[in-house]
Nanobody, 122 residues
Framework: VQLQASGGGLVQAGGSLRLSCAAS????????VGWFRQAPGKEREFVAA????????YYAGSVKGRFTISRDNAKNTMYLEMASLKPEDTAVYYC????????????????WGQGTQVTVSS
C-alpha cells in the first residue's frame, strides 16, 4: 500500500483544514488507518485512528472534539478534518495504514505516507 497525504498549509489560529490521504492497493479497505504528527524537536505522536469499517474512531486527548477522522473505502481515501486549530497543532502530519492494537502506537503501522506540513499562526 502506498499513501499520499495532502491538504496541509498555513492557517490562522481558530481556522480549519482538511487533510486527505489517498491510498493505492486493493487492501486499503481492510486496514486500520491513522494520522500521526511530528513537531520540530519532538517525537511523532498519535492524532487519530479509524477501523476498517469506520465504526470505531480513536483520538488523542489534545485533539478530541476538534479533529474528525473519516474514510471512504470506495475512494481508497482517508481524511482528517481539523477545526479550532491552535499554534500547538503545528507539525508535519503523516497518514499510516495497517495498524494493529493499540492504534496509538506508531510502531504498529506497516505503511506510511510522506507527510504534509500544517502551520498554525497565532
Amino acid at each position: 500500500v502506498q499513501l499520499q497525504a495532502s491538504g496541509g498549509g498555513l492557517v490562522q489560529a481558530g481556522g480549519s483544514l482538511r487533510l486527505s490521504c489517498a491510498a493505492s492497493g486493493r487492501t486499503f479497505s481492510s486496514f486500520v488507518v491513522g494520522w500521526f504528527r511530528q513537531a520540530p524537536g519532538k517525537e511523532r505522536e498519535f492524532v487519530a485512528a479509524i477501523t476498517w469499517s469506520g465504526s470505531s474512531t480513536y483520538y488523542a486527548g489534545s485533539v478530541k472534539g476538534r479533529f474528525t477522522i473519516s474514510r471512504d473505502n470506495a475512494k481508497n481515501t482517508m481524511y482528517l478534518e481539523m477545526a479550532s486549530l491552535k499554534p500547538e497543532d503545528t507539525a508535519v502530519y503523516y497518514c499510516a495504514a495497517g495498524g494493529t492494537y493499540p492504534y496509538s502506537d506508531s510502531k504498529r503501522y506497516s505503511y506510511w505516507g510522506q507527510g504534509t506540513q500544517v502551520t498554525v499562526s497565532s
